[in-house]
């Protein structure tokens, strides 16, 4: 079994930063993406920031909301993904998740993994 652990989230007040943390523990052969979702009250769930495993250290996604101010960066030493968020505004207020599609051995299939969730809200 795969654990993510998130840290990080809190009140913040418009144009202020936090980082995300997210840790992954347990049997893992291969980190195929590392990702951070967001879901607002009343919202579906949505991709933030993504980070895809391959050549020359992988690639990376952002929704277009986000461009410019998060960056979503690895540690792959601890398997850890983290989210620095910067210029935050109200509309990012949300519970930020983290996901990864972990293989846990050579013959297993990918799987998503999810973290428990993090509040994140900018206000005044």
């Known amino acids: 079994q795969v654990r993510l652990v998130e840290s990080g989230g809190g009140l913040v007040q418009p144009g202020g930063s936090l980082r995300l943390s997210c840790a992954a523990s347990?049997?893992?052969?291969?980190?195929?993406?590392m990702g951070w979702y967001r879901q607002a009250p009343g919202k579906l769930r949505e991709l933030v920031a993504i980070?895809?495993?391959?050549?020359?250290?992988?690639?990376?996604n952002y929704a277009d909301s986000v461009k410019g101010r998060f960056t979503i960066s690895r540690d792959n030493a601890k398997n850890t993904v983290y989210l620095q968020m910067n210029s935050l505004k109200p509309e990012d207020t949300a519970v930020y998740y983290c996901?990864?599609?972990?293989?846990?051995?050579?013959?297993?299939?990918?799987?998503?993994?999810w973290g428990q969730g993090t509040q994140v809200t900018v206000s005044s």
């Open positions: 347990g049997s893992i052969f291969s980190i195929y993406t």
């Open positions: 980070i895809i495993s391959g050549g020359s250290g992988g690639s990376t």
């Open positions: 996901k990864f599609v972990v293989r846990q051995n050579q013959k297993a299939l990918r799987q998503n993994y």
